[in-house]
């Protein structure tokens, strides 16, 4: 596998998939450890671009890049020259003459990682670009299904279910499920989804209910009422009352089904608050995850040739 930036799944095949899970089951192992550090990538450096606010991605691809001793860098852009007017281009080119390998870059506009990806020689990791991708999300959702139920994902059936329409999550998590061969039903009222799913590797359902008893996974996503710039449902006391995933709809899942959401959580909006604190609730186990996959990641991007 030879890429040189990870901005979107399609940057990846199957195999591709395959083997950064393959190396994050080594990397959950170096975390487990009493010293989680290893010297894979000693002497590198790795900056954090993040002009949106983040709580879990932006600390796990810190601690990833640490525990494979990179040096690390941290942007914050209430405290940067952007504030003064200084341009993405010139914010980039700038912290590129300090000398570094890897942006992580996450934007509240779609495509703004492939621009940063034309300014600079460094590797450049898209962590969530407007509604459209956020690539290390998917791969760390997809680490959690397989290590979780202890199967591959022939013939699973993933339900995302909520605000498919302003997801960058659902973009990229539906990329890498249909590619490792999942089938994947889209659920939510019609204002929440796409107009247009042509192309999408998917079923659609408007009915939760009817969904629900046929799902290995249920996966909630976050009502992104930020990104919403008209009211798309009547109430979230309507939206919760048919979409939100409450005790009495849990109880109707497999018994084996897991409940994912990729955070932050409106408790008692998509996920009754009860619900988030069952054991097939396997929110916080994503996050644990999500600092071994990246640096699966940064190891694939950085450290080529460089024994684990
Ligand atoms: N899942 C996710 O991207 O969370 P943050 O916005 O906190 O990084």
Redesign the pocket.
């Given at each position: 596998m030879g890429f040189r930036h990870l901005l979107s799944i399609a940057d990846l095949g199957p195999d591709d998939i395959d083997e950064i899970l393959r190396v994050t089951d080594s990397f959950v192992e170096v975390s487990e450890r009493a010293i989680p550090k290893v010297p894979t990538l000693r002497g590198r450096t790795v900056v954090s671009l993040f002009f949106?606010?983040?709580?879990?991605?932006?600390?796990?691809f810190e601690t990833a890049a640490k525990r494979l001793s990179a040096d690390t860098m941290n942007f914050s852009v209430s405290t940067s020259s952007v504030k003064k007017g200084e341009s993405l281009r010139d914010t980039v080119v700038t912290i590129q003459a300090m000398g570094v390998d890897a942006i992580v870059v996450?934007h509240g506009s779609s495509g703004v990682p492939w621009q940063v990806a034309q300014w600079t020689p460094a590797s450049v990791v898209n962590?969530?670009d407007g509604w459209h991708e956020?690539p290390t999300?998917a791969l760390l959702d997809c680490y959690t299904i397989r290590q979780e139920l202890g199967r591959g994902f022939d013939g699973l059936h993933v339900g995302i279910v909520g605000d498919v329409k302003h997801s960058r999550?659902a973009r990229s998590d539906v990329r890498a499920l249909a590619l490792l061969g999942a089938r994947v039903t889209l659920v939510g009222p019609p204002t929440l989804l796409p107009p247009s799913l042509a192309g999408w590797p998917v079923d659609v359902s408007h009915d939760l209910d009817d969904v629900v008893p046929k799902l290995d996974v249920c996966y909630l996503l976050r009502m992104q009422l930020e990104r919403q710039e008209q009211a798309l449902v009547p109430s979230l006391r309507e939206y919760t009352a048919r979409y939100g995933l409450t005790l009495e709809r849990v109880a109707r899942l497999p018994d084996h089904a897991l409940v994912m959401h990729?955070?932050?959580m409106n408790r008692g909006v998509e996920i009754a608050p009860e619900v988030a604190s069952l054991p097939r609730a396997v929110v916080t186990k994503q996050v644990t995850n999500?600092v071994a996959v990246r640096m699966a990641v940064l190891y694939r991007l950085l450290g080529s040739g460089v024994a684990l």
């Open positions: 949106e606010e983040s709580t879990r991605t932006r600390l796990s996450r962590a969530g956020h999300q999550v990729p955070g932050p999500g």
